[in-house]
T-cell receptor, first 111, second 115 residues
């Protein structure tokens, strides 16, 4: 079964609001990554957080990682219509060559 | 100066045909991947090559055969296409090794429709 499960599956917010997406996983990881996919496009890497890190920031993005709960969250602050996309978490297990992707959260930011 | 490119972008074909998708990266990465994204947006790895060597071969029908002529290219050939092969196929590349994982760079995808 897939390593990552995301919650919620879909999220609709007003422009300017914050959006929070959660990801849970099952086994120990080396790192966790978040990607964005705009409709009809490829995935774009947003942020990578290693297992020994708890929080990371990149612009309007804030990612947290709680390895004891095997969960991560992605916060997008002051959302914009251009943030409308699907967001995926992906985990890299120790001694593995592969990323396992979650099911994704579809974010709609209404202007 | 596209980082990861795929051709074709769209592919419509009939059941039973054989088709290929090509991928090229100009990032100097050692590792390349093929993913399949189904209609529910679930993304699953199919294959990975590191320095032209196959390192990941997930449970994929034998009808799918990857080929890496050099580090910058990873092609996917599909024989005897079936309706269930309809999906979007993504190529990706990375500097990753087993113990040093990094982010992946994705191509724009190839939407395969089998009729």
């Amino acid at each position: 079964s897939q390593q990552g499960e995301e919650d919620p599956q879909a999220l609709s917010i007003q422009e300017g609001e914050n959006a929070t997406m959660n990801c849970s996983y099952k086994t120990s990881i080396n790192n966790l990554q978040w990607y964005r996919q705009n409709s009809g496009r490829g995935l774009v890497h947003l942020i990578l957080i290693r297992s020994n890190e708890r929080e990371k920031h990149s612009g309007r993005l804030r990612v947290t990682l709680d390895t004891s709960k095997k969960s991560s969250s992605l916060l997008i602050t002051a959302s914009r219509a251009a943030d409308t996309a699907s967001y995926f978490c992906a985990t890299w297990m120790d001694s593995s060559y592969k990323l396992i992707f979650g099911s994704g959260t579809r974010l709609l930011v209404r202007p | 100066d596209t980082a990861v490119s795929q051709t074709p972008k769209y592919l419509v074909t009939q059941m039973g045909n054989d088709k290929s998708i090509k991928c090229e990266q100009n990032l100097g990465h050692d590792t390349m991947y093929w993913y399949k994204q189904d209609s529910k947006k679930f993304l699953k790895i199919m294959f990975s090559y590191n320095n032209k060597e196959l390192i990941i071969n997930e449970t994929v029908p034998n009808r799918f055969s990857p080929k890496s002529p050099d580090k910058a290219h990873l092609n996917l050939h599909i024989n005897s296409l079936e309706l269930g092969d309809s999906a979007v196929y993504f190529c990706a590349s990375s500097q990753s090794t087993r113990d040093r994982p990094y982010e992946q760079y994705f191509g724009p995808g190839t939407r395969l429709t089998v009729t």
